[in-house]
């Protein structure tokens, strides 16, 4: 009997199948928005490789194939919600001694859109009680976004300014969206960034 005679062919393992509406190109952008979505709902600890492929409507083999295990799904999740590629060159360009104020606002506005700050309270929560998505997130902060800031302006000690700066961050968005400390959680953004730029002025551009 050759195969397909009387019914389908068998799939070869180690390979997603390919259903309707599983494949094609939006179909890791459906994973990634999906993720998002269950990290945010879920928390990391509870969410699950399957719990992803059945809100993104695709195989579990499907994520596997794209991200590899929920780790990595994970840090993907953090990236997509900073966009780190659009954003340094931005960041990097215009006059060296306003770059402080540019990452400050990007940071602080990633934030205050409500479409990426619900995945990223998932994300820092999750890191606050969990190793690997505290991995996940440092390595993202660290090395995909601020180690290429501080070495793209040619500074001395460019890892050291980048924890430095890492911290300064990130304890703002604890403070101010995770527990939601008072002033900070009610003050105008724009103070924020005008406080906070300086800091960061000194950590990553000034020699």
Do not use: C
């Amino acid at each position: 009997m050759t195969p397909g005679a009387d019914g389908p062919a068998p799939r070869r393992r180690g390979r997603p199948s390919r259903t309707a509406g599983a494949t094609g190109p939006d179909a890791r952008t459906r994973i990634l928005e999906a993720a998002r979505t269950e990290f945010a709902r879920r928390g990391y600890d509870k969410t699950s490789v399957r719990g992803i492929a059945k809100e993104a409507d695709v195989d579990a083999a499907l994520v596997h194939h794209y991200f590899g295990t929920k780790d990595e799904v994970f840090a993907a999740a953090v990236e997509v919600s900073f966009e780190p590629t659009l954003v340094i060159p931005e960041i990097l360009e215009g006059p060296p001694e306003d770059m402080g104020e540019r990452l400050a606002r990007y940071f602080i506005g990633v934030w205050e859109n409500p479409v990426t700050r619900a995945p990223l309270l998932a994300i820092v929560r999750s890191a606050l009680t969990h190793e690997a998505a505290a991995k996940a997130l440092r390595g993202f902060v660290l090395r995909r976004l601020l180690e290429r800031i501080a070495a793209g302006v040619d500074v001395p000690d460019p890892t050291l300014r980048a924890e430095l700066a890492a911290s300064h961050m990130i304890g703002i968005a604890i403070l101010r969206y995770v527990i939601q400390a008072e002033p900070l959680a009610s003050e105008d953004s724009e103070k924020i960034v005008a406080m906070v730029a300086p800091t960061l002025q000194r950590y990553l551009a000034d020699r």
